[in-house]
């Protein structure tokens, strides 16, 4: 399928595989995993010590944001105007935080900002490389998704995908 509906679903899916990377590494890491971790930085490692199980939960919220916007647009979009406000504003959560902290991260890198005390140079790696820009990266899928999905007016014709039978 071509044209708004098909880049539509494809968006849609590109955000739920990028939200399902993000989802799967809390669950793995909430499950006792150790690869990758020093990516997050020293604070938050030790900020979760001892309760990482508490990474479990946050991974399934993850999980389920990153399908939800394909269910329900597979589903005629219910509660229209509700349920894609709850994505528009997912979208630009998602796309400005991992953004904006992946410009901060990479200036923070290249010596334009100086925190003071120093920084954790591993967690910085992981956030302005991997982190952060998957974030960004799982944001402007969904919000592709948001813009190609749209009613242009309420005449106009209606670009959700179809319904399944």
């Known amino acids: 399928m071509t044209g708004p509906v098909g880049t539509g679903r494809a968006a849609l899916l590109v955000a ?9 590494f809390s669950l793995y890491w909430g499950l006792g995993g ?3 971790v020093e990516t997050l930085g020293t ?5 979760f010590a001892g309760w990482e199980w508490a990474l479990v939960p946050i991974g399934v919220v993850k999980l389920v944001a990153a399908w939800f916007p394909m269910v329900v647009a597979r589903r ?6 509700l349920v894609r406000a709850a994505c528009w504003v997912g979208a630009l959560v998602l796309l400005a935080w991992g953004g904006l902290n992946t410009v901060v991260g ?4 290249a010596g334009a900002i100086v925190p003071d005390g120093g920084f954790d140079r591993p967690g ?6 991997l982190w952060d820009p998957l974030f960004a990266a799982w944001g402007c899928a969904l ?4 813009v190609v999905t749209r009613r242009p007016s309420p005449a106009g014709p209606d670009r959700s995908l179809p319904t399944r039978s």
């Open 16 to 24: 739920g595989l990028l939200g399902t990377l993000h989802a799967g």
């Open 76 to 81: 005629g979009w219910p509660a229209r105007r």
């Open 43 to 47: 604070r938050i490692v030790e900020a």
């Open 34 to 36: 150790g690869w990758l």
């Open 143 to 146: 919000l592709v998704a948001m």
């Open 106 to 109: 990479n200036l923070v890198l």
């Open 124 to 129: 910085m790696v992981g956030h302005a490389y």
